[in-house]
């Protein structure tokens, strides 16, 4: 991602140099800059009173339960996780925050769900030996089911693009909700559906 950004800024700024715009470059990296730490300060907000409701539920046993209910949907996606284990609790955790439409909130309960999944593959490989197939360095089935889910996150509430569609002056942010429940619907059936396809191969 450094070299894509770096790239097109550089392209930019020859771009703007040798069409002698190089004045409008300036200016719009300067507009751009203030919009961003406005932008920043305005989902900063959004984030921490999404991230702190969803530590609430997760102190006051709401998210405990919700996993109780979620249990035969995280069984069938991820058949080779025992019964019981933590991994469960940070990828139904991660699952709802995508439900509701909050990556940014959603990134560490991912990020946990992967070290569980990855302590699961390299117990596995204390206990059968390390092979091609399963090794510490090769993600599991499913480590990539769940980087699939993740990836196309079905969405209930865009809560992060109902806020930039406010932020920008949109009459109507939230009229998003169902082209992104649509779109987020096919998304994760085609990713579960992909999944559940490589299951079958080795």
């Known amino acids: 991602m450094n070299y894509i950004w770096g790239g097109m800024l ?10 002698g715009n190089l004045k409008d470059v300036t200016e719009a990296a300067v507009s751009s800059s203030k919009e961003a730490v ?3 300060i305005a989902m900063a907000g959004v984030t921490a009173m999404w ?17 109780k209910k979620m249990k035969p949907i995280l069984k069938f996606l991820f058949p080779n996780v025992p019964e019981d284990h933590p991994a469960y609790g940070h990828i139904s955790l991660n699952m709802i925050a995508n ?4 990556g940014w909130a959603a990134t ?9 999944l990855e ?5 596995d490989c204390r206990n059968l030996g390390t092979n091609r197939l ?6 599991t089935k499913d480590m990539c089911t769940f980087l699939i889910v993740n990836i196309s996150s079905l969405q209930l509430i865009p809560v992060n693009v109902i806020a930039y569609r406010s932020q920008y002056g949109s ?28 299951y079958k191969k080795e």
């Open 10 to 19: 550089i392209i930019g700024i020859v771009y703007g140099t040798l069409t």
């Open 38 to 40: 406005s932008m920043a």
């Open 51 to 67: 991230t702190g409701l969803m530590k609430v539920a997760t102190s006051s046993g709401l998210i405990e339960q919700m996993t």
């Open 99 to 102: 439900f509701l439409g909050l």
């Open 108 to 116: 560490p309960a991912g990020l946990k769900a992967m070290e569980s």
């Open 119 to 123: 302590e699961l593959n390299e117990e």
């Open 134 to 139: 399963r090794a510490p360095n090769i993600a």
């Open 171 to 198: 009459t109507a942010p939230a009229s998003i909700i169902g082209p992104a429940i649509a779109a987020t619907t096919v998304s994760t059936l085609a990713g579960i559906l992909f999944a559940r396809f490589m």
